[in-house]
């Protein structure tokens, strides 16, 4: 039971309750009345009988979220995410400062939203609820907060510009694949990353962390369960999120490609004396993995030979090109989404909405074609 006591003039409140097996309290004092120390006393009663109740309850939302990250994501994925992580708990200091976490409401988070989507692409403000929505959803868990702040938050923000998503046409990614395939080797490692990059979609991290015990040479299929390092070399890290953990199906020329390249390195290695202990599929004459921008470099050298219509795309470009093929070709969003190894479908249907769009125009005139001729 509570106990309910008067303290320097007003009402106080005691709750006692267990975590992690030891005994703590829950204190409160500064009421007017003993009755409204008993509601308060009453209703925490409740908390601890049904959900929980945890030591952290005043704790503030830009210090949980602090710590949240400290535990969950950093160390743990690239730097590029991690970074990005800091970056959204800098955002909540600044706008939440000293505010409690139970004491955020919807409407303050919404302003909170509404604020950053000003000047920043809506996917970007999508990839922030996001991050925020899970780090509650844990708090939920340890009883830290009893609601969901994030829910039904209306995202906005600025209309993505075309430069965002750039992908290459269906004549330029057969010539950008007959020429990987002609140049590529253990000393030219990058050409086959272009290679499986249009095969699978793979992000560049999933494609330099990829190992043969993952290649099933068989049933044609790769398993992404890992990322690598490949910018500050620390080794293995895990996937942008759960959804990113897949086995997909990869063509049969791929296939061929990944044999040839096996082969040539296991051969090379063995007259150097060298040992693939890692397994990296990808691991070069010179024992390492290109970084992104040694990919990119080589990739926008063959775009400028073929004079492609964005000479500028990255590696991450053939993963947009990747999706805007399945997407034109009809394949289902959520098998997309899937392949893509994206947290969800709305994250796919956000970043390829114009292609959504302009098939959904077609799909609506096939449409009445087909009541047409009924």
């Not at 049933?219 to 997909?248: A, C, H, L, M, W």
């Not at 999706?323 to 994250?347: C, K």
Request: hydrophobic share 35%; with cysteine.
């Amino acid at each position: 039971m509570a106990q309910i006591y008067k303290k320097q003039g007003s009402w106080a409140v005691r709750v006692y309750f267990e975590e992690n097996g030891k005994r703590k309290s829950k204190n409160k004092q500064g009421f007017r009345t003993k009755k409204e120390a008993e509601i308060y006393a009453t209703d925490l009663e409740n908390k601890k009988n049904t959900s929980g109740v945890s030591a952290l309850m005043d704790i503030t939302f830009s210090d949980y979220f602090e710590q949240w990250i400290n535990t969950y994501k950093l160390g743990k994925f690239s730097k590029n995410v991690e970074n990005r992580y800091k970056r959204t708990a800098s955002l909540i200091s600044d706008f939440f400062g000293n505010d409690k976490f139970k004491d955020i409401t919807r409407q303050h988070y919404q302003q909170f939203i509404d604020a950053y989507a000003k000047n920043h692409a809506k996917h970007t403000v999508l990839r922030l609820n996001s991050s925020i929505k899970a780090c509650i959803a844990d708090a939920i868990d340890e009883h830290i907060i009893f609601s969901d702040f994030t829910r039904r938050a209306f995202i906005g923000g600025l209309e993505s510009k075309s430069s965002d998503v750039k992908y290459l046409e269906l004549d330029e990614i057969k010539l950008l694949k007959e020429i990987a395939s002609f140049k590529a080797s253990v000393q030219s490692i990058a050409y086959y990353e272009i290679l499986l990059a249009i095969d699978s979609g793979a992000r560049y991290g999933e494609i330099v962390g990829l190992t043969w015990d993952c290649v099933d040479f068989k049933n044609r299929e790769i398993t992404i369960n890992k990322t690598y390092d490949y910018i500050e070399r620390t080794g293995f890290k895990p996937t942008k999120n759960k959804q990113s953990v897949r086995t997909i199906s990869i063509s049969p020329f791929m296939i061929s490609q990944l044999k040839k390249l096996k082969a040539d390195q296991a051969e090379y290695f063995l007259k150097k004396g060298y040992h693939n202990d890692l397994k990296l599929v990808f691991l070069n004459y010179k024992l390492t993995v290109p970084s992104n921008n040694a990919a990119n470099k080589v990739l926008r050298n063959i775009l400028s030979d073929i004079n492609a219509k964005n000479k500028d795309i990255g590696m991450h470009g053939l993963r947009h090109t990747h999706a805007s093929i399945l997407i034109n070709q009809g394949i289902l969003i959520d098998y997309v989404s899937e392949r893509l190894g994206h947290s969800n479908v709305a994250v796919t249907i956000e970043v390829y909405r114009h292609l959504l769009e302009s098939k959904r125009v077609q799909e609506s005139k096939r449409t009445i074609e087909i009541i047409s001729n009924l």
